[in-house]
Nanobody, 125 residues
Framework: VQLQASGGGLVQAGDSLRLSCAAP????????MGWFRQDPGKERDFVAA????????YYADSVKGRFTISRDNAKNTMYLQMNSLTPEDTAVYYCAASRRAILSSIRSPSAYDYWGQGTQVTVSS
C-alpha cells in the first residue's frame, strides 16, 4: 500500500504550508496516522500522530502549538498544517500509517507499516 504525500515547497520563515497524505483505495479510519521528518544523514524524527483508538493528536515538542495534524476519513486523506515555520523545520516530510501501533510506540518509525514517498519542505531565513 503506497501513501502519497504532497504539499511541500520552499517558503520563508514565518510562512505556512499544508501537507497532505492520500491513500488511494485504502481506508484510513482504522489506522494510527503519523508524520515524520528527516534530514540527510540523520534519523527519521517524529512530528505528529493521530492515535487510532481515540483520534487524539500527539506532537513533538518542537512543533507543538505550530503544527496541526488532522484527517478526513471521507477523503482518505491526512493533513499537516504547519504555521510559523522556521529554518529548523527544513526536512523531507513523510506520512505513515499503522494498524498495530500502541500508544507508547506512536513516536517510533518502526511502529508504522506504510509510508509515503516524502515531500521536501525548505524554509529560508
Amino acid at each position: 500500500v503506497q501513501l502519497q504525500a504532497s504539499g511541500g515547497g520552499l517558503v520563508q520563515a514565518g510562512d505556512s504550508l499544508r501537507l497532505s497524505c492520500a491513500a488511494p483505495g485504502r481506508t484510513f479510519s482504522g489506522d494510527t496516522m503519523g508524520w515524520f521528518r528527516q534530514d540527510p544523514g540523520k534519523e527519521r524524527d517524529f512530528v505528529a500522530a493521530l492515535f487510532r483508538n481515540t483520534g487524539r493528536p500527539y506532537y513533538a515538542d518542537s512543533v507543538k502549538g505550530r503544527f496541526t495534524i488532522s484527517r478526513d476519513n471521507a477523503k482518505n486523506t491526512m493533513y499537516l498544517q504547519m504555521n510559523s515555520l522556521t529554518p529548523e523545520d527544513t526536512a523531507v516530510y513523510y506520512c505513515a500509517a499503522s494498524r498495530r501501533a500502541i500508544l507508547s510506540s506512536i513516536r517510533s518509525p518502526s511502529a508504522y507499516d506504510y509510508w509515503g514517498q516524502g515531500t521536501q519542505v525548505t524554509v529560508s531565513s
